[in-house]
């Protein structure tokens, strides 16, 4: 069956998060969009994946646990878990391997955590916005290892992407599966980037805010509507 989806989304624990963006309000507004799946993924943390992960089981909606990673090279790569516990293991590796900075709020806004009612249980002190000390080389088999998916983040943008930093998608790195923001840029960058043809192709709204979640309009394929089986799909190899 198809299930539509969105993938990349950002709560009010991402710096620059708007603070509407709860664990209700980001699952009731899939919901409105006629969203199946979506995934938390806040810059560096997974730390209010439970909380949305609750509230999108009383919105009917799928809600998988991850985290959008800065990598050692500044390049952002979405992170997918089959589980609240896998998540949880690998945001305490990636907080092991990041730079500590005081967050200034006034910059950057508040980092909060949030419980499945809405209600505020905590701040993160340290930005979650600088790089970690995973190299992009190495961060879709670290993932695996909890066993999750690992994918470069909006390739098509102009900073922050894996192209706009190294040019190309080095096969080594083992990614199966690339996300782009704007679809309509896909077909000039299957030209300029053959590697891109042998590679799932996801498109998501990466919102920081409510209006900027997007209407049901992507869709993937699954054998059933269940974390495993997105990661499973993800991770599916296609032929050349």
């Known amino acids: 069956m198809s299930y539509y989806y969105d993938l990349h989304l950002h709560s009010c624990l991402s710096p620059c998060g708007d603070m509407d963006m709860t664990p209700n309000n980001i699952t009731g507004m899939a919901s409105l969009l006629g969203l199946d799946v979506i995934a938390l993924t806040d810059h560096n943390t997974c730390l209010n994946c439970e909380a949305t992960m609750r509230a999108g089981e009383k919105n009917g909606v799928l809600v998988i646990p991850g985290m959008e990673l800065t990598t050692a090279e500044d390049i952002h790569a979405v992170c997918l878990f089959p589980c609240l516990e896998a998540a949880l293991e690998w945001n305490e590796y990636v907080d092991s391997h990041r730079i500590k900075i005081k967050n200034k709020e006034e910059i950057y806004g508040r980092q ?46 102009d900073s922050l992407s894996i192209l706009a930093v190294l040019g190309e998608i080095d096969p080594a790195c083992g990614f199966v599966t690339a996300e782009v923001a704007d679809k309509t840029k896909l077909p000039d960058l299957l030209k300029k980037h053959p590697v891109l043809n042998d590679m799932n192709i996801v498109s998501c709204s990466d919102a920081h805010y409510l209006e900027n979640m997007r209407d049901a309009e992507n869709t993937l394929t699954l054998d059933e509507l269940t974390a495993e089986a997105v990661i499973k799909a993800l991770d599916a190899r296609i032929s050349s």
Do not use: Q, W
């Open 112 to 157: 909060v955590i949030m419980n499945e009612l809405d209600e505020e249980v905590g701040e993160i002190e340290h930005l979650l916005l600088p790089a970690s000390f995973i190299p992009i080389t190495e961060v879709y088999r670290e993932v695996k290892r909890f066993g999750g998916i690992c994918y470069p983040a909006h390739i098509d943008r």
